[in-house]
């Protein structure tokens, strides 16, 4: 992956990015929340995590937010899973293809940790069940 961008054409692909995937309301609430203190790493995010990594055409952003809930699986983050349950369903991910990587997960992380993500991911697929 090469990136040719400026770190402002980045930042602003990753808040375009950014604001598709997990939506505009989550995005401006999380940078409208920002202090002095947590500004930088808000600022890193947006522009390597999605100005950079996501906006890359190197895979599907589907395929990335699947990665991602075992990623947060295997690190046991809740917040941020529920957070990519929502954007893994606005990239296309249907219910069954969450399970099954949550399914996986328990194989190689560990049942615990599984047992927690399907826990967050059930509660965001009946609001958005609702919400629809």
Not at 16 to 39: I, Q, T, W
Not at 93 to 104: C, D, N, R
């Amino acid at each position: 992956m090469t990136n040719d961008k400026t770190h402002s054409e980045s930042y602003e692909d990753g808040l375009r990015v950014r604001r598709e995937v997990l939506g505009a309301a989550h995005v401006d609430k999380s940078l409208g929340a920002v202090s002095e203190f947590s500004r930088p790493i808000q600022e890193l995010v947006t522009e390597y995590c999605w100005g950079v990594v996501w906006s890359s055409d190197g895979l599907p952003r589907k395929t990335r937010s699947l990665l991602n809930l075992a990623m947060l699986t295997a690190l046991n983050r809740s917040h941020e899973l529920g957070v990519h349950v929502r954007g893994a369903l606005t990239n296309g991910a249907t219910e069954a293809e969450i399970q099954e990587v949550l399914l996986q997960t328990a194989i190689y992380v560990g049942v615990p940790a599984a047992l927690e993500s399907f826990r967050v991911a059930d509660k965001i697929l009946k609001e958005t069940a609702k919400n629809d």
